[in-house]
């Protein structure tokens, strides 16, 4: 899998373009929920994702033909940037982390795993040596286009992210030798309530 700096210097050619792409699909839906908001309103966040992801991809197939190496992949609705070992798919991250339907498909993406036929089924057709499943995720603001980011999802290892457009700092989690990686943080609760009630029986 590739790391975080690795992929900022290789996507690095491909940021003004994802940007853009980024800007075009949320812009074409704040246009829909100000000209025509009956239509917008009663849509749901699929559907919304769906109308962003959809106008990002089309902008997005005008500015890949002009760099090299890059190319667009469809196969159903799952359309894929291939750059390289990389394959990028845009996302809304409004909530933290993608969010899939828990496919047979989705389960081996979210570990990183192309065994069993997973490149052809994501309509690759020519051979990846070690292929890294990135996603270009967005937020949305008041009416404007929130953040870009390049994150990595691998279920247990670590994630990481880093923007290339509005607020947001590098992110990668540490790996703590010794500690195993599907270990989860620790629950933190406070005593006070309880040393204060302790304390008014004594």
């Known amino acids: 899998m590739i ?4 992929a ?3 996507l690095e050619p491909l940021e003004p373009a994802l940007i853009k792409a980024a800007q075009t699909g949320t812009k074409t839906w704040f246009d829909l929920m100000s000209e025509h908001p009956g239509i ?5 966040t699929t ?6 992801q959809n106008h990002a991809v089309d902008d997005l197939a005008l500015s890949v033909e002009e760099i090299a190496g890059a190319s667009l992949i469809t196969e159903g609705r799952r359309t894929l940037l291939k750059y390289g070992e990389i394959l990028l798919r845009f996302k809304f991250v409004g909530h933290g982390v993608p ?4 496919t047979t498909i989705q389960q081996k993406l979210a570990r990183q ?14 051979e990846m040596a070690d292929p890294t499943i990135l996603s270009c995720g967005y937020t949305l603001g008041d009416k404007v286009l ?3 980011e390049i994150r990595r999802d691998c279920k247990y290892h670590p994630t990481w992210s880093f923007a290339i457009y509005g607020d947001g700092a590098s992110i990668e989690n540490p790996v703590i030798e010794g500690l195993p990686l599907d270990v989860k943080p620790a629950s ?14 004594g």
């Open 3 to 6: 790391d975080l700096p690795a």
């Open 47 to 52: 559907t919304r994702a769906n109308i962003i």
């Open 146 to 148: 929130g953040r870009v």
């Open 40 to 44: 917008a309103r009663p849509l749901d």
């Open 8 to 10: 900022r210097t290789r």
């Open 113 to 126: 795993q192309f065994d069993d036929g997973i490149l052809p089924a994501l309509g690759v057709t020519e």
């Open 99 to 102: 969010r899939n339907v828990n």
């Open 188 to 201: 933190i609760t406070s005593t006070k309530k309880k040393d204060d009630a302790q304390r008014e029986v």
